[in-house]
């Protein structure tokens, strides 16, 4: 998996691409949210429109990036799941602790 | 050396395999499946969810059972057999009790950065059943059905 880091209005916007699964992105994750935190960014979103496949891993990746930011006075939102990604988040029902949104214009402005 | 503690035996329609626990043989498990699979049209849900239920079971086996220890081996066999697939997972660990494992889906629980595995396997395979003794390791035993294979389900084409 890639991932890169772009700003948008403020918000620190994370592109992972690919898998994100043990050994193969779940690290990247964590990385790229605290490198963002470090930078000072308190607004984070991750833009998972890219994303494959999302395994157990991968989803205990992203339950602890929103607690970190959380933790550190930070919002992290997620947007354009795609439909894999989404069942995921429903079958784990953490679609009701993450806010998500469908386009990632709806989540900027929403921060 | 990964390739010592690689043992594979393809019979037909099967596949037996042994890799020590290291994540990057999960890809050599994916591979076998993949030889045992070949001839069959999955659609592209069903191949996800066997590909990530194999992925869960074998990450547990080689973390949970084996402790990452790239001595201790993982055991795969995966067969097809009236158009139902079985997956069975062993490995060499002190025993995985499942119900020992928190329910995911509790709101006290949400916020657990792992634990899902098992409920991940659950829902994409038909059947997930675990067995284990104390000291022997645990086997976990899944099946979906896939449909028969398009070479038994359909007669010879004329040209």
């Given at each position: 998996?890639?991932?890169?880091?772009?700003?948008?209005?403020?918000?620190?916007?994370?592109?992972?691409?690919?898998?994100?699964?043990?050994?193969?992105?779940?690290?990247?994750?964590?990385?790229?949210?605290?490198?963002?935190?470090?930078?000072?960014?308190?607004?984070?979103?991750?833009?998972?429109?890219?994303?494959?496949?999302?395994?157990?891993?991968?989803?205990?990746?992203?339950?602890?990036?929103?607690?970190?930011?959380?933790?550190?006075?930070?919002?992290?939102?997620?947007?354009?799941?795609?439909?894999?990604?989404?069942?995921?988040?429903?079958?784990?029902?953490?679609?009701?602790?993450?806010?998500?949104?469908?386009?990632?214009?709806?989540?900027?402005?929403?921060? | 050396?990964?390739?010592?503690?690689?043992?594979?035996?393809?019979?037909?329609?099967?596949?037996?395999?042994?890799?020590?626990?290291?994540?990057?043989?999960?890809?050599?498990?994916?591979?076998?499946?993949?030889?045992v699979l070949d001839g069959f049209e999955l659609d592209d849900d069903t191949a996800r969810q066997i590909d990530l239920a194999m992925r869960e079971a074998v990450?547990?086996?080689?973390?949970?059972?084996?402790?990452?220890?790239?001595?201790?081996?993982?055991?795969?066999?995966?067969?097809?057999?009236?158009?139902?697939?079985?997956?069975?997972?062993?490995?060499?660990?002190?025993?995985?009790?499942?119900?020992?494992?928190?329910?995911?889906?509790?709101?006290?629980?949400?916020?657990?950065?792992?634990?899902?595995?098992?409920?991940?396997?659950?829902?994409?395979?038909?059947?997930?059943?675990?067995?284990?003794?104390?000291?022997?390791?645990?086997?976990?035993?899944?099946?979906?059905?896939?449909?028969?294979?398009?070479?038994?389900?359909?007669?010879?084409?004329?040209?």
């Amino acid at each position: 998996m890639q991932i890169s880091a772009r700003h948008r209005e403020g918000v620190t916007v994370l592109d992972p691409k690919g898998k994100i699964t043990i050994g193969a992105g779940d690290v990247a994750i964590r990385d790229a949210v605290h490198e963002a935190l470090d930078a000072g960014s308190k607004k984070i979103l991750i833009n998972l429109n890219g994303v494959s496949t999302c395994d157990s891993s991968g989803i205990g990746e992203l339950v602890a990036a929103y607690t970190t930011v959380k933790n550190r006075g930070g919002e992290l939102k997620l947007c354009e799941l795609p439909a894999k990604v989404s069942d995921v988040l429903q079958i784990t029902q953490l679609i009701t602790v993450f806010e998500i949104h469908d386009s990632e214009d709806e989540a900027i402005a929403s921060f | 050396m990964a390739a010592r503690r690689l043992v594979a035996v393809a019979v037909s329609g099967a596949v037996h395999l042994a890799v020590g626990s290291r994540l990057e043989n999960v890809e050599l498990v994916r591979a076998a499946i993949d030889a045992v699979l070949d001839g069959f049209e999955l659609d592209d849900d069903t191949a996800r969810q066997i590909d990530l239920a194999m992925r869960e079971a074998v990450v547990n086996a080689m973390r949970h059972g084996n402790g990452d220890d790239p001595e201790r081996t993982v055991e795969v066999d995966c067969s097809v057999d009236d158009g139902v697939l079985t997956l069975r997972v062993r490995d060499e660990g002190p025993g995985f009790d499942p119900e020992s494992v928190p329910d995911p889906l509790d709101d006290e629980n949400l916020h657990r950065t792992s634990g899902r595995g098992l409920l991940f396997m659950r829902q994409c395979m038909d059947t997930v059943d675990y067995t284990f003794r104390p000291g022997e390791g645990t086997m976990v035993t899944m099946t979906k059905a896939i449909g028969p294979s398009p070479r038994r389900a359909r007669p010879m084409e004329e040209e």
